[in-house]
């Protein structure tokens, strides 16, 4: 548990799961196993988002973290780039006004000075309508990436340093943590990525230094709830020692 999801009071107990972050990965083929065009698979991941958002708020996680969309992303064939902006843009319209009904606060983090300007309109509007909801912070990044997000916090201490209202001696991690994109979210205790690749691709890589991960087989559109509730359930099992011993966290530690 992180000191800033203590600050926020997203306690759960000490071994709660305060906050998932989830790669929803494997869209295409799903898609193409069923020969359907890529899209179509977008299509059915945004239901797996739908369902997994309401699996988080009935297994009481406070925060979850959804990768959309990737710095890198942009590389892919522009077609299929404008087809995911516009299936952004409608989940946010079609979505937002019954997620707000339930209590879902809505964020979205990465570079918005990349993103099209009807997307971004829709992003304030969705963010101010769920802005005083607390039930779970549904935290969706777009055009993010870890590095990108180091830089971008680095730039900010830069500025404070520039305009004299911080001392290069001054930066500390606090310091740094409070100017990336999840500052006050708390840092993720689980992350889970499906469609069978282990790897992390440039997703939160400052707050994901102490999570525990777990690479599910399925792809992301046959995600179901209770994969999430059993992967949740093995996170319980799990010491979580930040560096310590094990007679320390236990408490057995003299
Ligand atoms: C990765 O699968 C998925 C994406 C790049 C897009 C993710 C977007 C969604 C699931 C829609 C969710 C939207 C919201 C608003 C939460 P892939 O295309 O890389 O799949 P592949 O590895 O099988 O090709």
């Not at 010491?239 to 057995?252: C, I, N, P, W």
Request: aromatic share 6%.
């Amino acid at each position: 548990m992180t000191e800033q999801a203590d600050k926020t009071g997203q306690q759960q107990g000490a071994k709660g799961v305060l906050h998932v972050a989830i790669v929803m990965d494997g869209n295409g083929r799903w898609a193409k196993r069923r020969r359907l065009p890529r899209h179509a698979g977008h299509r059915a991941g945004v239901k797996a988002a739908r369902r997994t958002v309401e699996a988080c708020v009935a297994l009481g996680i406070r925060t979850l973290t959804l990768f959309a969309f990737s710095s890198e992303n942009w590389g892919r064939p522009s077609a299929e780039v404008q087809q995911l902006m516009a299936l952004f843009i409608d989940a946010l319209n079609q979505q937002v006004p019954e997620l707000n009904e339930k209590g879902v606060r809505l964020t979205i983090i990465g570079d918005r000075e990349q993103l099209p300007a009807d997307l971004v309109r829709q992003i304030e509007e969705s963010e101010a309508m769920t802005a005083d909801n607390d039930r779970l912070n549904l935290v969706v990044a777009v055009a993010y990436g870890g590095r990108w997000d180091i830089v971008n916090a680095c730039k900010g201490l830069a500025r404070q340093v520039a305009d004299g209202e911080l001392s290069a001696g001054d930066i500390d991690e606090n310091r740094l943590a409070a100017q990336m994109q999840l500052a006050g979210l708390g840092d993720p205790d689980l992350f889970i990525r499906t469609g069978g690749d282990s790897r992390i691709s440039n997703f939160l890589l400052w707050n994901l230094a102490y999570t525990e991960l777990h690479f599910s087989a399925s792809l992301w559109p046959d995600f179901e709830p209770k994969e999430l509730e059993a992967v949740v359930g093995s996170f319980h099992g799990r010491e979580r020692r930040f560096g310590k011993t094990s007679a320390q966290v236990s408490g057995d530690y003299a």
